[in-house]
């Protein structure tokens, strides 16, 4: 290979006549940093869904439109950030032989300024493997605790701490499932019943007590998605048909607010939210944003013709903007910077990522094929 | 394994005359005498551990998305994958814990419970992605539930593929 190379860079040397140009100057391998922070990046995890083994998190910029990054997850993950945004956390699964062998489940760390993974926790081989979930790994308010569903299918969940890099405890659920992160040292998980189990936590991650609030949903009439909306003093969960369901999570008991309705009389049964992660809140504006459909029963995955956007304090529909579905693909997944002038994302069934401006739905972008199976988007 | 193929009979005679919640609510409270256990996981796939016969070609039904038995599956069909509707693949073994679904038959004008098991133990296979949601429910209601992987309890838990197992006719 060298003499070839050297060959042709004697070759080419000779072909031009005339004057000639400078030589090029001698180059330098470097490895790209970061950069500093924006709000307007966005963390795309792409569970690519053909080679599942593979997954990863790519993580683009939304003023630039460049990717600035991948991180690594593995096979069926969960991908959340830490608080203060400085790292990201997957509770994943390798096999010892590539798609086969050994099983060996972790919670890998990721420093978000270098994109490296720093450290993991290896926990026991049983972490819960469902796509594209907020709450399939998430952190308590403070930092100090990581959780993670477990699922052989008997339910329970892990506490760890990411600072000793140590399991904690494992705390059986009853059969709620997933972990719905709040405050420094409480964790709740759905349940079949329509409820949530409450876990409190002492100082060693050890179970304290626990507390079971009243139903809130059928789930034979009208079930909520799993996939809550995370909301300045709690959770959202929004019901096949477009109840919402806001739980204030602040008051030592879950306060269940009164339910309202994403659509109207006319409109029920009819149109619906539908996807993956079927809601993203912007904070201070109390913005709320919904992929909707048209569609009728067993129609709950199916992405959203329009994005709708509703006032939280109001929960008056403030917008519909229809996006191109035969040119874009429907949305599947949303998700809303919180700076002041936000930009909203939308990932869609064909895998394009849309971008954009959050206050008028003017669309500002389309990054094509970002990834194979895009269905998660996380904020820095 | 053993209780799960003692238990395979009675659960399919079950499934022929109550819901899936109640079948596996049932079972549950017969194998540990408890009311409020978590459902459990029942192994149907006993009989498909040692195929006696080669694997038959698919049809052009089984190999499209909108086949009547596929109403709630999610993933991709093993019928593109080298096995059939009812069958996985070479090499790969079936998850002994399933997710179900009802299904209307066109055909007979029938209800049908059908047991959505994956096959397991090699990368996915990538080919006819089917992704259908009668009556499926989100995963607190995990015996309803496509998401997660149900390869979860096999000894090689890498998903492969999906089949559709007719249980029986479902009585109204």
Redesign the interface.
């Known amino acids: 290979m060298l003499t070839l190379a050297a060959g042709t860079v004697s070759s080419w040397a000779a072909a031009p006549a005339g004057p000639q140009p400078s030589p090029l100057p001698a180059e330098h391998l470097t490895i790209a940093t970061v950069g500093p922070k924006s709000p307007h990046w966005v963390y795309v995890v792409d569970y690519a869904y053909a080679n599942e083994i593979d997954s990863r998190v790519y993580l683009f910029d939304g003023d630039t439109y460049r990717r600035i990054g991948q991180i690594d997850t593995g096979f069926i993950p969960g991908v959340n950030l830490s608080p203060d945004g400085k790292t990201t956390a997957v509770a994943t699964t390798y096999f010892a032989r590539g798609g086969h062998g050994t099983r060996t489940d972790v919670v890998e760390f990721n420093d978000n300024n270098t994109l490296a993974k720093t450290g993991e926790i290896v926990i026991p081989p049983k972490h819960a493997q469902t796509l594209a979930m907020l709450f399939t790994v998430a952190y308590s308010s403070d930092g100090k605790f990581v959780y993670t569903p477990y699922l052989t299918p008997a339910a329970s969940f892990g506490v760890l701490d990411p600072a000793r890099k140590k399991v904690l405890s494992e705390i059986d659920t009853a059969g709620c499932t997933l972990v719905f992160p709040w405050g420094p040292n409480r964790v709740s998980s759905i349940c079949e019943s329509g409820r949530l189990l409450t876990v409190t936590l002492d100082a060693q991650g050890k179970e304290a007590s626990r507390t079971s609030s009243e139903p809130f949903f059928n789930p034979d009439q009208d079930p909520v998605f799993a996939q809550a909306v995370p909301l300045p003093d709690g959770y959202a969960y929004v019901s096949f048909l477009g109840q919402v369901h806001e739980i204030d999570f602040t008051q030592p008991k879950l306060v269940m607010r009164t339910p309202w309705s994403l659509v109207s009389a006319t409109e029920k049964g009819t149109w619906r939210p539908g996807g993956v992660q079927i809601g993203a809140v912007h904070r201070s504006l109390g913005k709320l944003f919904v992929p909707m459909h048209r569609g009728g029963d067993g129609s709950h995955k199916a992405g959203g013709t329009e994005i709708w956007v509703f006032d939280l304090k109001s929960h008056q529909r403030t917008a519909r903007w229809p996006i191109d579905t035969k040119e874009l693909g429907s949305v599947i997944a949303v998700q809303v910077s919180q700076d002041a002038a936000p930009l909203l994302f939308a990932a869609t069934e064909t895998a394009n990522v849309l971008v954009l401006d959050a206050q008028t739905g003017k669309m500002q972008h389309v990054e094509k094929k970002l990834g194979q199976t895009p269905q998660l988007l996380l904020n820095p | 394994m053993k209780p799960d193929r003692i238990f395979e009979k009675a659960a399919r005679s079950l499934a022929k005359r109550t819901s899936r919640r109640s079948l596996l609510a049932s079972l549950g409270q017969l194998l540990t005498g408890a009311a409020?256990?978590?459902?459990l996981?029942i192994d149907r796939t006993a009989r498909a551990q040692s195929p006696s016969s080669p694997v038959a070609k698919p049809t052009a039904d089984e190999q499209n998305c909108e086949y009547w038995k596929y109403?709630?599956i999610d993933g991709f069909l093993c019928a593109c994958c080298g096995g059939t509707s009812t069958s996985c693949p070479p090499g790969t073994q079936s998850s002994p814990?399933t997710w179900i679904g009802t299904c209307h038959n066109p055909g007979d004008g029938r209800d049908y419970i059908v047991s959505y098991n994956d096959c397991c133990?090699?990368?996915?296979c990538?080919d006819c992605?089917c992704?259908?949601?009668?009556?499926?429910?989100?995963?607190?209601?995990?015996s309803r539930?496509n998401?997660?992987?149900w390869c979860?309890?096999n000894t090689?838990?890498?998903?492969h593929c999906s089949v559709s197992v007719i249980l029986g006719v479902a009585q109204k």
């Open positions: 409020l256990l978590p459902l996981p109403c709630a814990i133990g090699k990368v996915s990538g992605f992704d259908r949601n009668e009556g499926e429910k989100p995963m607190y209601r995990l539930n998401d997660v992987n979860m309890a090689e838990s890498n998903y």
